[in-house]
């Protein structure tokens, strides 16, 4: 879908913010996303991800919306595996484990269809089949020598599995695989591996914390009344810029409400709560 070039410069400003806070700051992504979402409710791009956002936030049933939104709108069968994943977060696991011999799997590229079997192995063990999880996880993907951008997670689950059902040097084993595999640091498999051989991490920034404690409490540390009061001034300028952008917000036309569960309702809680909070400032 075309959108008039201003339009489409917000909605993008909106979406870079997403992608740059979802891993850190998933709540400030959404309220983006959001944003984003009043803008262009009929752009594809838009619904992943506002789907994205809600999936960090936990926010399953608004994810799992938007994620079939996107897919009736592109016809793609990519986010399969993440709808079986909200599947699981709604405390659904038999629904994840049915979309998991769907036809739409056969469907799905190699990284997709390893994403759809770590998403069943974690259906299994949510309903406490641990053994089958681990059989679930075993396949060509996971003995193969390569490593792929799904590898390192992909042996960790398999380690974990092996943990919990109670074989500890297999589980060594495999999160020693995990380890070399996991160029950037996406699991915590070193960790792991370094608990199971009776290593203690000691924090070294335990002590930088406490020098920085007794020299913020040491003469001197306190601001002079000169920088608070320009401090103070940044944060009254600040609150005003956000108020004016509030406010064109507001002004700007809606698209269509989104599809997904509960997105308008959202939207107008929102709105709202930042009347009532200028009600109360005011007051």
């Not at 984003?36 to 049933?61: D, H, I, K, P």
């Not at 299994?124 to 059989?135: F, L, N, P, S, Y």
């Not at 009254?236 to 700007?252: C, N, P, V, Y």
């Amino acid at each position: 879908m075309s959108l008039p070039k201003t339009l489409a410069e917000d909605v993008a400003r909106n979406l870079v913010m997403v992608a740059k806070l979802i891993d850190d700051e998933p709540e400030e992504a959404y309220a983006y996303s959001r944003i984003a979402l009043r803008l262009a409710s009929r752009v594809a791009a838009v619904r992943e991800a506002a789907g994205f956002a809600a999936y960090a936030t936990q926010r399953y049933t608004e994810a799992l919306a938007e994620f079939r939104a996107t897919r009736r709108m592109t016809g793609s069968v990519e986010l399969w595996p993440v709808m079986a994943d909200c599947e699981r977060g709604l405390g659904r696991p038999e629904r994840a484990m049915a979309m998991a011999g769907e036809p739409e799997v056969q469907k799905l590229d190699k990284a997709g269809q390893v994403e759809m079997r770590l998403v069943a192995a974690g259906a299994r063990r949510d309903m406490g089949q641990i053994d089958a999880a681990i059989v679930t996880l075993q396949g060509p993907e996971l003995g193969s020598t390569s490593v792929q951008p799904w590898t390192a997670r992909l042996r960790y689950a398999y380690a974990d599995a092996l943990l919990t059902a109670g074989r500890e040097d297999e589980a060594r084993e495999w999160f020693a695989k995990a380890v070399e595999a996991d160029r950037d640091g996406s699991t915590d498999a070193s960790e792991r591996l370094a608990e199971l051989d009776g290593v203690e991490f000691v924090d070294a920034l335990a002590g930088d914390e406490e020098d920085s404690t007794e020299s913020a409490e040491a003469p001197g540390s306190v601001e002079e009344p000169e920088a608070v009061a320009a401090d103070e001034a940044a944060v009254a300028a600040d609150g005003t810029a956000g108020e004016e952008r509030a406010s064109q917000l507001s002004d700007a036309p809606e698209s269509d409400a989104p599809e997904s569960a509960g997105g308008t309702e959202v939207a107008e809680a929102a709105e709202e709560r930042t009347e009532a909070e200028e009600e109360s400032d005011k007051g």
